[in-house]
C-alpha cells in the first residue's frame, strides 16, 4: 500500500546503477525543458544548486548526487583544506525531499511542503575535506511515512545517507508537511545595547552569518547581522525557516558552551510555530552529551532542538 502510493505521489526518475563503490544516478530530470532544481527547489539562482541528479532506485528509494562548492557561503576560506558546514548537508536534504514533489507547481489550493523538523547525525572520521573547488557527494534517498489526500502529497520524511568516496559519513532526516502559512508573531521589540557576538564565537564563518545577538540581562535572540542571507534567510522572510532555526540553537550552544563549530557531530531541531527573523528568545541547556535548545516567541514555544558536541 505504501509502495503504490509512493508510486503514484512522486515521479519516476530513470534508474540509476551500482558500480560496486557508489550509485551512479541516472541523467538529471527535466519539466518541461526547464530544470526540475530551478522549478521544485524553491531557488533563486543556480549558485544556490547542490543537487546535480536524482534517480529512482526503487519504489520508495533513490539515488542522487550533490556537489558541494568549497566557496559556499556558509564554509570558511581557508587557504588548505575546507570542512563543509554541516547546514550543507541539511540544505542538501531539502533540495533532495523538494524534488520529490511533482514536477509542477503548486496547483489552487496546494500548497507547497516545508520542512517542519530534522535530524543530523557525522561521523568525523570520514567526513569529506575539499582541498579543490568542489566535493562530489554521493546520497542513498529513501522515502517514509507519505501521507497523501486525493492522490497528491502532503507530508512524508526523507532519510539521506550522504557517502564520498564511497564511505559514509553522515545522514540527514527530515519531514515536511504541508505550509500553513501562518504569520509569525510580531518581533519583540529589541532595545538598546544589543551586541552581535563574533563569528568564531557562534561557530560561523563570516560576520553577516551570525543570526543572533545578545540583549539586555545576558538574552540571547534571534537578530541577523544580514536578513536576506542568500542560504539562511533567502528573500528577506519574516519567519525564519528550519534551516535558520537549527542555525540559530547551533550558534547558541557554541556561543554558551565555548565550544568550537569543530566539536559538532549532531543536530536536531522541530518548528512547532513561526519563529520571527528577529526577537525570537533562544535559551539553552548543557547536557552530558551537548545541550538542549528552546527558541520562544512572544511568550510562547515555537521551536526545539539539540545539539550533540564530541568533547576531548
Excluded at 167 to 183: I, K, Q, V
Aim: proline share 8%.
Amino acid at each position: 500500500m505504501h509502495d503504490v502510493a509512493t508510486d503514484q505521489a512522486f515521479d519516476a526518475f530513470d534508474r540509476g546503477h551500482d558500480d560496486g563503490i557508489h550509485m551512479r544516478p541516472g541523467p538529471k530530470p527535466v519539466a518541461g525543458g526547464v530544470p526540475l532544481a530551478l522549478r521544485c527547489l524553491g531557488l533563486e539562482t543556480m549558485a544556490s544548486l547542490l543537487v546535480v541528479s536524482l534517480s529512482r532506485l526503487g519504489s520508495r528509494c533513490y539515488a542522487g548526487l550533490c556537489q558541494w562548492p568549497r566557496l559556499h557561503p556558509l564554509n570558511d576560506r581557508a587557504v588548505t583544506a575546507v570542512a563543509h558546514h554541516p547546514l550543507i548537508m541539511v540544505e542538501s536534504t531539502r533540495q533532495l525531499a523538494l524534488a520529490l514533489e511533482r514536477e509542477h507547481p503548486p496547483e489552487a489550493g496546494r500548497a507547497r511542503l516545508e520542512p517542519v523538523s530534522v535530524s543530523l547525525g557525522l561521523r568525523l572520521q570520514s567526513r569529506p575535506v575539499e582541498r579543490g573547488s568542489a566535493t562530489d557527494v554521493g546520497a542513498r534517498v529513501s522515502v517514509s511515512d507519505l501521507v497523501t489526500e486525493a492522490g497528491l502529497t502532503v507530508a512524508h520524511r526523507v532519510t539521506v545517507d550522504y557517502l564520498h568516496a564511497g564511505e559514509p559519513f553522515g545522514s540527514c532526516t527530515m519531514r515536511l508537511t504541508r505550509s500553513s502559512n501562518t504569520a509569525a508573531p510580531t518581533s519583540e521589540r529589541l532595545l538598546p545595547g544589543l551586541l552581535h557576538p563574533s563569528a568564531a564565537a557562534v561557530g560561523a564563518a563570516h560576520e553577516s552569518d551570525v543570526i543572533l545577538a545578545r540583549a539586555p540581562q545576558g538574552r540571547v535572540v534571534t537578530a541577523p547581522r544580514d536578513p536576506g542571507h542568500p542560504v539562511l534567510l533567502a528573500g528577506r522572510p519574516a519567519r525564519m525557516p528550519l534551516l535558520a532555526v537549527l542555525e540559530a540553537g547551533r550558534q547558541a550552544v557554541l556561543l554558551n558552551s565555548g565550544m568550537t563549530a569543530s566539536a559538532v557531530i549532531g543536530l536536531r531541531a522541530e518548528v512547532r510555530a513561526p519563529v520571527p527573523s528577529r526577537g525570537a528568545l533562544v535559551e539553552t541547556t548543557a547536557e552530558p552529551a551537548g545541550a538542549r535548545f528552546v527558541v520562544t516567541a512572544g511568550g510562547r514555544l515555537a521551536a526545539t532542538g539539540a545539539v550533540t558536541l564530541c568533547t576531548p
